[in-house]
């Protein structure tokens, strides 16, 4: 297929356009395709929110002014993501089928309204959208403007209608069987909450049970799998009437709703909708917590995905919406590109003139012309991505990983434990990934389920739950060579939230050469501090500080190589180190500062003699790269709003950027080597 020869060749560049609004203002698609033409817009995104012009009226249907849309857009080389417009729906929907509205948890149904406001159980839904996707299928699956598919938007949410109850107690009998299995794994018997059937149970609801942590958890777990199947539905309709082109859905960032990785399977790209908080921590931080964001994106598939979503200048959404400074724009585009995506996508190309989401930042604003300082930012980096264009066929390759697990995540939140006041999982996940990027390396952020084997170093931190045989996995890992460093608060309770008898890390314990005895909660502020073991093997000399969780641990082979300086566990171990096989297993007991993790990683990779990218990253400087075949695509990004000294290495061809030995306030250099 032609469209599919257009997937990447090029970096796709574009955003999401909404013509539906502009349909009574014929001069305004004519200015727009001008203009995108001008920005090297090379794809859109349609038909996200169109589902009212798309049919007006129960089976009556209006295709063509889309494919008049689509067809201009062809005839000026711009090619089109097509959507599924189930992300809202019409008005008549909800009238004729009240029952596709959702029911909150406290069992009260929504008005008609907002979007993604409808039961993904609903069979009337369901059947709504068949028809309509079929019908898009049909109509665009030959279009040769047509490159991929894009299935609804950003799913999220969840339903507590009679529907959606009985499709739970369905789920939950397909996985226990019998009851007694489910009241074992719950623990039902804690308060006398013991169930005697399946049809008993209720989705936790602030009016029933909310502290039944199995309950919480298989519900979760019910919510993302009945996602993952209204998704399925909505592809199959596409697949059934004759689309073949890729199909992807664009994510969110840190979204804890859904465990995204069930909905990948379905798709062919993995993509996501990135809106960072710029300006308002130091840059740099908000460039690594967007990295890693991009890595977890990338490492579900392990192939190149998509950035779906970003703003081109303020987003009307956040607290305080900032716009860009100089640089940025550009910037934050080829950080994406840098760690795996083969697109760079703006919400949105118009801005719209009513509505939410008026004041929403937009390749093209209310102004309307290209004197303006977002769009020649914009123009700017579409001429570099086309200049890029080899860059699709490369891979990001990453020596490390960091274990990041959203079952885990959701049990750990839940639990009523050692601190209800936070416990900073996403922090502290963070931290390892910034210690592995601050000191040169790539990094792939997986979960339980993915196999550790092909990385020289695990970070695992707060692995709460093990499951998914992670303890056999990681036992292998490091039997073979791997380094682990695990964290606090790790291996304590099993796939459905029951807390393991015997040691804990559970089963790691032999690995780990040691075992949790007890742990300590701070009171936010107070504070503990690590201090290096005389002459430990990694030369460690600095002390840190650290807070919020303090395991006290229990030595059974492993090697101290800090300890704590202060309270009763003064002397207690605080870091150690225990060769297992032919690997290593780290053990870190608190929540040390982000400068701990840096300089503790940099001696292991330095140990494990993992080359970097780039040696003496200074800071505020983020680096990452692409390799296809022999060839390596480095990248050097400023994030801060003063020029850089950076050494670059001398063997290299500088492909895109001005380097004096510096880099200047948010500006990249783009170089090749090979
Ligand atoms: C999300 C949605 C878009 C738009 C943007 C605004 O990502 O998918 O439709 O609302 O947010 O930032
Ligand atoms: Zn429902």
């Known amino acids: 297929m032609d469209n599919q020869k257009h997937l990447f060749d090029r970096l796709i560049y574009g955003g999401d356009y909404n013509p539906e609004q502009w349909i009574d203002y014929p001069d305004i698609l004519k200015q727009d395709l001008a203009l995108m033409k ?8 349609l038909g996200v929110f169109s589902w009212s012009k798309l049919e007006p009226q129960e089976g009556v249907f209006h295709f063509e002014w889309l494919k008049e849309i689509v067809d201009r857009l062809y005839e000026h080389d711009i090619r089109v993501i097509l959507a599924t417009p189930s992300g809202a ?4 929907l909800a009238e004729k089928y009240p029952q ?11 008005l008609y309204g907002e979007r993604h406001n409808h039961c993904y159980t609903s069979p009337d839904y369901r059947e709504k959208v068949r028809i309509i996707n079929q019908k898009l299928s049909e109509t665009f699956k030959d279009h040769p403007a047509v490159i991929m598919w894009h299935i609804s938007n950003e799913y999220g949410g969840e339903c507590h209608c009679p529907l959606c109850q009985t499709a739970f107690r369905k789920w939950l009998k397909n996985k226990y069987q019998n009851i007694d299995a489910l009241n074992h794994a719950w623990w039902t018997t804690f308060w006398s909450h013991t169930y005697n059937s399946f049809e008993q149970i209720e989705s936790p609801s602030s009016l029933g049970d909310e502290g039944l942590h199995g309950l919480n958890l298989d519900w979760k777990r019910f919510v993302t799998d009945q996602t993952a199947d209204f998704m399925h539905h909505e592809i199959l309709a596409l697949r059934e009437s004759g689309a073949l082109q890729p199909i992807t859905t664009n994510f969110m960032y840190d979204y804890t709703c859904l465990n995204y990785y069930k909905l990948a399977e379905y ?11 710029w300006h308002r921590h130091q840059d740099i931080l908000t460039a690594y917590d967007t990295g890693m964001q991009h890595d977890l994106m990338r490492s579900m598939k392990h192939k190149p995905f998509l950035l779906m979503e970003s703003c081109p200048a303020a987003t009307n959404w956040q607290a305080v919406s900032k716009i860009k400074k100089p640089g940025l724009l550009t910037n934050a585009s080829i950080q994406a590109v840098a760690h795996g995506s083969n697109s760079v996508q703006f919400f949105q190309i118009r801005q719209c003139r009513g509505g939410f989401e008026k004041f929403h930042g937009a390749v093209i604003d209310h102004y309307g012309g290209e004197d303006t300082r977002v769009f020649r930012e914009v123009t700017k980096t579409g001429l570099l991505l086309e200049q890029l264009s080899e860059i699709t066929e490369s891979q990001v390759e990453a020596p490390v990983a960091v274990l990041y697990d959203m079952e885990s995540r959701w049990a750990m939140e839940n639990a009523k434990g050692p601190r209800n006041e936070g416990l900073f999982y996403h922090e502290t996940a963070l931290k390892s990934y910034q210690a592995f990027r601050r000191n040169g390396l790539n990094v792939d952020v997986i979960n339980m389920e993915q196999s550790p084997d092909a990385y020289q170093i695990i970070a695992a931190p707060m692995l709460y739950m093990f499951r998914a045989g992670i303890e056999e996995k990681l036992k292998r890992f490091v039997q073979n060579g791997g380094t682990l460093i695990m964290t606090y608060w790790s291996g304590i309770v099993n796939e459905t939230d029951l807390c393991h008898l015997g040691g804990t890390p559970h089963d790691l314990t032999d690995v780990l050469g040691l075992r949790s005895e007890e742990i300590d909660a701070l009171y936010n502020g107070e504070v503990n501090h690590f201090l290096p073991v005389e002459g430990n093997e990694l030369q460690l000399l600095k002390s840190y500080t650290c807070r919020h969780l303090c395991d006290l641990v229990q030595l059974k082979g492993a090697v101290p190589l800090m300890e704590y300086a202060d309270d009763f566990y003064k002397g207690y171990p605080a870091l150690t180190v225990h060769k297992y096989g032919n690997g290593y297993a780290y053990y870190i007991c ?8 840096y300089d503790f990683y940099q001696r292991v990779i330095t140990t494990r003699q993992i080359r970097p990218i780039l040696d003496n990253i200074p800071e505020g400087i983020e680096v990452s790269s692409r390799i296809h075949k022999d060839t390596e695509y480095v990248f050097v990004q400023n994030y801060t709003g003063d020029a850089v000294a950076v050494g670059l290495p001398d063997d290299i061809t500088i492909l895109s950027g001005n380097y004096d030995g510096t880099i200047s306030a948010y500006a990249s250099i783009i170089f090749q080597r090979k």
């Open 38 to 45: 001008k920005a090297h817009i090379n794809a859109v995104t």
């Open 89 to 92: 729906r019409p008005r008549w």
């Open 100 to 110: 596709i509205l959702r029911v909150r948890e406290d069992r009260a149904r929504h």
């Open 267 to 277: 798709v062919d790209f993995v993509s996501w909708d990135n809106y960072p908080i």
């Open 590 to 597: 608190a929540d040390a500062e982000p400068d701990f993790y």
